[in-house]
């Protein structure tokens, strides 16, 4: 009987230990109290989060904040790149108990705050030709492309699950230049994005923009006209080859 307890056990860890986060998460309570005012929004892809915040009556921006995350063996862990809402916190690791049930995300933890106990409820895990953690690397102007190694001061997009957020920071200097982000498809060439929240102006939330991409050994060809109409050919590299620390 024993021997079938710790089969049983092992089984039960594994399971635990096979599970995924990537895909997009909504906060649905924190510290027993339902979050409906707010709109919390939080991405996993590629061992790396982003979470964006605003108020839901106007669409006011709050905060953000992402970096690594490490979930392995039963155990969780996040790393702060960028965070509007305490930039001292920027480069602290803090652990977390997990638990997942279902479709539900139980994250608990003891911070500078006090106790924190958050309840994230998964919108969707679904994948497609761009789903990954990006940084852009390079750029076209009058047919000539120029390229750049991120660094400390980088911007990011990460997309998973259907939603889609950019955050332009510099991890060193704390600097957060500003983010944005919504829901997004990419199908046969071409990438549609709906923007639910903007740091620099909230009136461009409800706007849906496309771009014509392509996947080129491995990086992202986005092309189009950027918020302001204005036209741009972006590059970007998979993040864990694309970011070169201490650059």
Known sequence: MKNYLLVFFFFLTGIVAAQS????????????????????????????????????????FIGAGGGPY???DGKY????????LN???????????????GKKLILSANTNNGMLVEIWEQISDSRDEL????????????????????????????????????????????EFSG??????TAKN???????TFFSRDNSRVGASLGFDF?????????????STGAPIYEIWTPYAIGYKPGN
């Open 214 to 226: 392509e996947v080129i050994e491995g990086e992202w060809h986005h092309s189009g006209l950027s």
């Open 21 to 60: 986060l990537e895909g997009s998460w909504k906060l649905i309570s924190q510290n027993g109290n339902a979050v409906t005012d707010q709109e919390y929004i939080k991405i996993y892809q590629d061992n790396y989060f982003a979470f964006g915040v605003k108020n839901v009556a106007d669409n006011a």
């Open 70 to 72: 490490k979930f392995e």
């Open 131 to 174: 789903t990954g953690n990006w940084v852009i690397t390079g750029r076209k102007r009058d047919e000539q492309i120029t390229r750049s190694t991120p660094g400390a001061r980088r911007t990011v997009k990460i997309l998973s699950g259907g939603r889609f957020q950019w955050i332009a920071f510099n991890s060193e200097t704390k």
């Open 87 to 101: 930039p001292l916190q920027i480069g602290t690791t803090t652990p977390f108990k997990i638990e997942i049930d």
């Open 179 to 184: 983010t944005g982000g919504g829901t997004y």
């Open 189 to 195: 060439g071409k990438y549609t994005e709906n923007i």
């Open 77 to 84: 862990s996040e790393t702060l790149d960028f965070f509007t």
